[in-house]
Nanobody, 121 residues
Framework: QVQLRESGPGLVKSSQTLSLICTVS??????????WAWIRQAPGKGLEWLGA???????DVNPSLKNRTSISRDTSRSRFTLQLSAVTPEDTAVYYC?????????????WGQGTQVAVSS
């Protein structure tokens, strides 16, 4: 069974770059055909998809965050990362990594437990 676990700093200062890692156990980020995503939930708000990387190393990011978001993977360690630059307190949220099967409309059905990130002003 594939499990995901997020890790990273719990507190970041404004203007800095937030770096988060999702470690995949029981599987590989190169296994076809899956997408691996970052999703966040700010206090009192709904889920926001940040971006994803595919089994084939393709990437896609939320257009609203495109200039600040980078997603990459480390196949040797079976993990993928999120970098979010120039953070502000509005980036305070619980950040999740998640997995879904390729195919139109397939939901993200395997999630990590989430990691809380606070951005100080």
């Amino acid at each position: 069974q594939v499990q995901l676990r997020e890790s990273g700093p719990g507190l970041v200062k404004s203007s800095q770059t937030l770096s988060l890692i999702c470690t995949v156990s029981g599987g590989s980020v190169t296994t076809g055909y899956y997408y691996w995503a970052w999703i966040r939930q700010a206090p009192g708000k709904g889920l926001e998809w940040l971006g994803a990387i595919g089994w084939n190393d393709s990437t896609d990011v939320n257009p609203s965050l495109k200039n600040r978001t980078s997603i990459s993977r480390d196949t040797s360690r079976s993990r993928f990362t999120l970098q979010l630059s120039a953070v502000t307190p509005e980036d305070t949220a619980v950040y999740y990594c998640a997995q879904r099967s390729a195919g139109w409309g397939n939901p993200y059905d395997n999630w990590g437990q989430g990691t809380q990130v606070a951005v100080s002003s």
